[in-house]
């Protein structure tokens, strides 16, 4: 005992010792020491742990490159970025579609089998997948979509119908959710979900809700060994939750769509990778690739949308004379319900500048968080930066920032109308509209751009023309102060009215 009392001063000394001199090295003698930031970012990752876990990253990096410039250091090995030259130098640049600057293991933690397809971060494995499936987001692929997209849309319609006129309303995150994963898991893997017709979570949407925050403890405890036992709450949540009939049940629906390998009702996203012989691999490591992979393009074919028809939705609803103008032109250009489709939606300026101002002023949680990629050791925006580094972008505060938009903080559509529309307003001619990138650019680019355009457009034409809609009154929202962000969004709740129209029955 006397030994360990005589032991600890000397312990705690070399502590102490170990901290300040790798404190002073990070600040003064570290390749990013010339880059600003706050100095507890550039000693410690304590303080980028800290701010993943408060579920308000984004605006936190915001109010970093707000104080410190156009490049902030937000970690001792790591920088953001911010102007669209640098997310053009890091998101863009390749050799034959093969990334220079490759994703970081912030997912699947080194791991072969995790990376599945958007997680992978070798960038020659990547291309192979990517490779295989990229042939089910092609026009004609899409094409054969269309009905089930439509169906969906449809069941949401005749839902607010019923439910949509109480003087409560509906909760709009909830049904937009569940509209989302109806679609996300039938364009996926054919998998009918059945949120809307059960009028409630499927199994799968909780599971996912329940490792959200879960999912930002174990990236950030990966920088901080000493804490990794943490993951191993991840048992402990097993126990007290039935996730693992979920993943047998996802498993088994999966293993059901191998067998069916094209003798589906439309094809999906994962039919390109379906192996020959229509049997789920033999070899655990191909099953779970598979697994992982179907898995992804469920979550990535779900938040996305919903996130933006939510924050679309929530912002014309508090806009009243823009939900006046979009209401207008739908109703204008569209006799009867069944003459919206994926192509008639097109030509609607203002509905394609009201979509795409809902993308800007909410981005999806990638682009949110930032997409950390490592440099090659190479130049970003006319700076260099070791090979080694995490380098990221933050397209939410681009977004968001008087440089690049005129009246950033509001929802306000005619930025993007051309420039000929009568409702364009030339305050907006000095937005930065082409560097604005929401789905990102380069190899890595979203897969779902079209598709999700297609839901996007053909959703908010059809709820327009049916629906009159109102906020329930008595609510008080602030979805820009309650928002939190961990591996999804949760979205704050917002009660609204549909009030039908009297008009031709779907
Ligand atoms: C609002 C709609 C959407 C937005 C803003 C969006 C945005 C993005 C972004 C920023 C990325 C890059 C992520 C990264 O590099 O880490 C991405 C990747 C991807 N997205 Fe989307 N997305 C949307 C909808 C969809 C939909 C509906 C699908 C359908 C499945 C989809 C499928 C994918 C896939 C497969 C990738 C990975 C591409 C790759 O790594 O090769 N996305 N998306």
Not at 118 to 135: G, L, N, Y
Not at 142 to 155: F, G, Q, T
Not at 400 to 422: G, I, Q, V
Request: with cysteine; aromatic share 12%.
């Amino acid at each position: 005992m006397d030994q360990v009392k005589q032991f600890l001063p000397f312990l705690l000394g070399s502590f102490v010792v170990t901290l300040t001199v790798r404190s002073i090295y990070r600040l003064y003698f570290h390749p990013l020491s010339k880059y600003p930031g706050p100095t507890i970012a550039a000693i410690s990752d304590i303080w980028y742990g800290l701010g993943w876990l408060s579920g308000r990253w984004p605006w936190i990096v915001e109010d970093a490159l707000n104080t410190y410039g156009d490049v902030v250091r937000i970690a001792p090995n790591e920088l953001v970025f911010v102007r669209p030259q640098a997310l053009s130098d890091i998101y863009g640049s390749h050799h034959q579609n093969i990334e220079l600057f490759p994703k970081t293991q912030i997912n699947n933690h080194g791991s072969e089998e995790r990376g599945g397809l958007i997680w992978e971060w070798d960038p020659v494995r990547h291309r192979k997948v990517a490779k295989q499936i990229s042939p089910a987001f092609s026009g004609r692929a899409l094409r054969a979509k269309e009905p089930a997209l439509h169906r969906y849309v449809d069941l949401f319609i005749q839902h607010m119908v019923s439910d949509g006129q109480d003087a409560q309303g509906v909760s709009l995150p909830t049904w937009l959710n569940w509209l989302c994963i109806d679609i996300s898991g039938e364009m996926a893997y054919n998998r009918q979900m059945n949120a809307m017709q059960n009028r409630a979570n499927p199994p799968y949407l909780d599971l996912i809700y329940g490792f959200n925050m879960f999912m930002t403890v174990t990236q950030v405890s990966w920088r901080f060994p000493l804490l990794s036992p943490l993951k191993y709450l991840t048992i402990l949540s097993a126990i007290f939750r039935p996730h693992g009939d979920i993943r047998k049940h996802s498993r088994a629906r999966l293993e059901q769509r191998i067998r069916q390998k094209g003798a589906v009702e439309h094809l999906d996203f994962f039919e390109q990778i379906i192996p020959e012989n229509r049997e789920p691999p033999s070899d655990p490591k191909e099953m779970r690739h598979l697994e992982q992979v179907a898995a992804q393009l469920l979550v990535a074919g779900y938040e996305p949308p919903s996130v933006w028809l939510y924050g679309t939705l929530y912002h014309l609803l508090n806009e009243k004379d823009t939900l006046r103008t979009l209401t207008n032109e739908i109703r204008g250009s569209f006799k009867a319900y069944k003459d919206i489709t994926s192509d008639t939606v097109i030509p609607l300026p203002y509905l394609t500048a009201c979509l795409k101002e809902g993308l800007r002023i909410l981005p999806n949680t990638a682009s949110s968080h930032g997409m950390p990629c490592i440099s090659p050791g190479t130049t970003v925006d006319g700076n260099y930066v070791p090979r080694g580094v995490v380098c990221q972008s933050s397209t939410f505060t681009q977004a968001r920032s008087p440089k690049y938009f005129f009246d950033p903080l509001h929802f306000r559509p005619a930025r993007w109308l051309p420039h000929d529309h009568a409702l364009y307003d030339s305050r907006f001619a000095g937005d930065d509209v082409k560097g604005y990138q929401p789905f990102s650019q380069g190899p890595r680019a979203c897969m779902g751009k079209e598709i999700a355009w297609w839901q996007a457009r053909l959703s908010l034409a059809k709820i327009l023309w049916k629906f009159d809609l109102e906020l329930v009154p008595g609510q008080n929202i602030d979805i820009e102060k309650n928002l939190r962000v961990y591996g999804m969004y949760i979205k704050p709740e917002v009660r609204v009215r549909f009030i039908p129209l009297n008009r031709e029955s779907l």
